[in-house]
């Protein structure tokens, strides 16, 4: 979730609060009446929208993004993501946004004098654009985003926990339902969210492939078992499901890699898998094209392929599915009572693909 980031993320945050302290003269968090009328008569030209938290929650927010295009089409739109997800929005730009503004996460290089340079720059340049609305795609409250909206002068801010109009923020719906309901506020409507996300990537291959590498400790399943999934995918399928990793140390705290997983997996079914690291999302947009389907714990890769129209079985620990769940109705949700993932029995997923794929 936004707004829960290290202490690398509060030193930011303290260093850069005298900025925005003062920064906004005129901030009205608006009711949605006020932003609907405002927008049928075209005076807000520029809006700002704000999702700079990680890829999945990125990808569940394409169609508030796109909602917001159909319905201002004459306004200026810019979308503030992190260098780390920003490849996985390329693609909207210019269709369905007129320009990313990409910001570097302090939790991503450090906190030094360069970054601390790199920041003032940042939401100085931020200042300049003159936005007139921002919108904040979280779910929930992140003062990283709020901070953002603060320091870009914007007379209109709408997101959660706001006052004055702004929706209340509840429990129990989906992260794509939640920037869609901002969606329908802003432009004074209330449509209900598609059944699936209109990325413009398209998967059209025939492969399976496993993911194996989940930034949430609880989300991760056993290099054994990953083994005899795929040794009984190639037996029932007798082609070679392809094996996703992204490359690194398990250790580094900013990206976790799981090359030491990756190779005991090799090594237990040297014969059942064909190994894809995905060094970037653009590795893994491009690997991701290949397949019919994808087996993966709960993560930003499984929200990307769902997608891009490929089938999911999901496997979830501690997440919430409700909030998480991948937005597609061709996918199959996998959780233990415990929830714990390595109690998901490699039997439940093999039979949970062959559902997918019969």
């Given at each position: 979730?936004?707004?829960t980031g290290g202490?690398?993320?509060?030193?930011e945050?303290?260093?850069?609060?005298?900025?925005?302290?003062?920064?906004?003269t005129?901030?009205?968090?608006?009711?949605?009446?006020?932003v609907?009328?405002?927008f049928?008569?075209?005076?807000?030209?520029?809006?700002?929208?704000?999702?700079?938290?990680?890829?999945?929650?990125?990808?569940?927010?394409?169609?508030?993004?796109?909602?917001?295009?159909?319905?201002?089409?004459?306004?200026?739109?810019?979308?503030?993501?992190?260098?780390?997800?920003?490849?996985?929005?390329?693609?909207?730009?210019?269709?369905?946004?007129?320009?990313?503004?990409?910001?570097?996460?302090?939790?991503?290089?450090?906190?030094n004098?360069?970054?601390?340079?790199?920041?003032?720059?940042?939401y100085?340049?931020?200042?300049?654009?003159?936005?007139d609305?921002?919108?904040?795609?979280?779910?929930?409250?992140?003062?990283?985003?709020?901070?953002f909206?603060r320091?870009?002068?914007a007379?209109?801010?709408?997101?959660?926990?706001?006052?004055?109009?702004?929706?209340?923020?509840q429990?129990?719906h989906?992260?794509?339902?939640?920037?869609w309901?901002l969606?329908?506020?802003?432009?004074?409507?209330?449509?209900?969210?598609?059944?699936?996300?209109?990325?413009?990537?398209?998967?059209?291959?025939?492969?399976?492939?496993?993911?194996i590498?989940?930034?949430?400790?609880?989300?991760?399943?056993?290099?054994?078992?990953?083994a005899?999934?795929?040794?009984?995918?190639h037996a029932?399928?007798m082609?070679?499901?392809?094996?996703?990793?992204?490359?690194?140390?398990?250790?580094?705290?900013?990206?976790?890699?799981?090359?030491?997983?990756?190779?005991?997996?090799l090594?237990?079914?040297?014969?059942?898998?064909?190994?894809?690291?995905?060094?970037?999302?653009q590795?893994?947009?491009?690997?991701?094209?290949?397949?019919?389907s994808?087996?993966t714990?709960?993560?930003?890769?499984?929200?990307?392929?769902?997608?891009m129209?490929?089938?999911?079985?999901?496997?979830?620990?501690q997440?919430?599915?409700?909030?998480?769940?991948?937005?597609?109705p061709?996918?199959?949700?996998?959780?233990?009572?415990?929830?714990t993932?390595?109690?998901?029995k490699?039997k439940?997923?093999?039979?949970?693909?062959?559902?997918?794929?019969?």
């Amino acid at each position: 979730m936004a707004g829960t980031g290290g202490s690398e993320d509060n030193t930011e945050r303290n260093t850069l609060f005298w900025m925005c302290q003062n920064s906004v003269t005129r901030v009205n968090p608006c009711s949605s009446v006020a932003v609907f009328i405002l927008f049928c008569r075209t005076l807000v030209k520029k809006i700002l929208l704000v999702r700079n938290d990680n890829i999945g929650d990125l990808i569940c927010s394409i169609p508030a993004i796109q909602l917001i295009r159909e319905h201002c089409a004459a306004a200026q739109i810019h979308l503030l993501v992190n260098s780390y997800n920003a490849p996985a929005v390329e693609a909207l730009v210019p269709g369905w946004v007129d320009r990313l503004i990409v910001y570097r996460k302090t939790k991503h290089v450090g906190f030094n004098f360069h970054q601390l340079a790199y920041l003032i720059r940042f939401y100085r340049n931020l200042r300049r654009e003159g936005y007139d609305a921002v919108v904040l795609l979280v779910g929930g409250r992140s003062r990283q985003s709020e901070s953002f909206a603060r320091w870009s002068g914007a007379e209109y801010i709408l997101g959660y926990g706001l006052d004055h109009g702004s929706p209340r923020f509840q429990e129990g719906h989906h992260e794509l339902e939640y920037s869609w309901d901002l969606a329908n506020h802003l432009c004074g409507i209330k449509k209900d969210p598609p059944v699936q996300i209109e990325y413009p990537i398209r998967a059209t291959g025939l492969r399976t492939a496993i993911q194996i590498t989940s930034r949430k400790a609880g989300n991760r399943w056993e290099a054994q078992q990953f083994a005899e999934l795929a040794r009984q995918i190639h037996a029932h399928k007798m082609e070679k499901p392809l094996l996703l990793w992204s490359p690194g140390n398990a250790n580094t705290l900013t990206h976790p890699g799981d090359d030491d997983k990756a190779a005991d997996i090799l090594e237990l079914a040297p014969i059942a898998v064909e190994p894809r690291p995905t060094a970037t999302l653009q590795d893994l947009i491009s690997v991701l094209q290949e397949c019919r389907s994808l087996i993966t714990p709960d993560g930003g890769a499984m929200h990307l392929a769902a997608a891009m129209g490929v089938r999911i079985v999901a496997m979830f620990g501690q997440s919430d599915p409700i909030r998480w769940r991948p937005w597609t109705p061709h996918a199959r949700i996998l959780q233990s009572p415990s929830h714990t993932i390595q109690d998901i029995k490699v039997k439940e997923v093999v039979n949970a693909w062959l559902e997918l794929n019969g």
